[in-house]
């Protein structure tokens, strides 16, 4: 069971845009898996108090609200739940570039909700069922399986590299990070320094100063990359974002 919400301050949108999207997740999301279409929130304190003691898979969230607009609650919830897929909505295009710094799955233009959402829906739907991949690492001489959702950077230690995890874990690895780099190459992993191959999905914001955040954690870009990674981490962020 997936669940989805709405948030929109506009009582006129929502009665337009909710039975759309209802028909739409019947007609995409498979019947085994089932979903719930949680009932619309009308601002962002409103969803952060569901989402406290509720799980949301997937969130539209309309960006232009008063008090506390929808980047604000992003930011929380990039932070907080990570988890949680967010489909930014809006009838202002300017507002797509602002936007990466949140890395949402989609954006969707309110005056081409119509034709924008049945696309959104069917990338939702192979998001939420793509199974997991994973990468194989020698971890204390044994073979182990990794999620690679799960992985945070790898960072090299002369003859060997740790793995450094989103639950805080570390492995200590064998092998080198050049080795690795060949065999992460189609899994979203950029080598952004001799000592650092970082999981793309993790990077929260890329700075000018030559770093990039991931979390609370400051990882620097070796400047002979900053170029290439830039290009690497936009490209990632429109197509992840399907535009």
Do not use: W
């Amino acid at each position: 069971m997936y669940n989805f919400a709405v948030c929109d301050d506009n009582p006129g949108f929502l009665d337009l845009f909710c039975p759309l999207l209802k028909r739409g997740l019947e007609g995409t999301m498979p019947k085994d898996e089932g979903f719930k279409l949680i009932k619309p929130f009308s601002g962002g304190r409103e969803v952060l108090e569901y989402i406290e003691t509720q799980r949301i898979d997937v969130l539209f969230l309309d960006i232009d609200m008063p008090d506390f607009n929808g980047f604000e609650l992003a930011k929380r919830l990039c932070r907080d739940y990570k988890d949680t897929l967010i489909v930014f909505m809006s009838a202002y295009d300017n507002y797509v570039y602002e936007s990466f710094d949140y890395m949402p799955f989609a954006y969707m233009r309110k005056q081409r909700i119509e034709d924008d959402l049945p696309k959104t829906l069917q990338r939702v739907r192979d998001r939420l069922l793509q199974s997991s991949r994973y990468v194989t690492l020698i971890i204390e001489n044994v073979e182990q399986k990794l999620d690679v959702k799960d992985i945070l950077y790898f960072e090299s230690q002369k003859n060997y590299y740790l793995a450094h995890m989103a639950n805080g874990r570390q492995y200590v690895c064998r092998g080198t990070l050049t080795e690795l780099e060949e065999h992460v190459a189609d899994l979203d992993f950029f080598r952004v320094h001799s000592a650092f191959l970082v999981n793309l999905e993790y990077v929260d914001k890329v700075t000018n100063d030559g770093s990039l955040l991931i979390g609370k954690i400051t990882l620097p870009v070796a400047q002979k990359r900053q170029k290439q990674f830039k290009a690497a981490f936009f490209e990632y962020t429109r197509r992840k974002m399907g535009i």
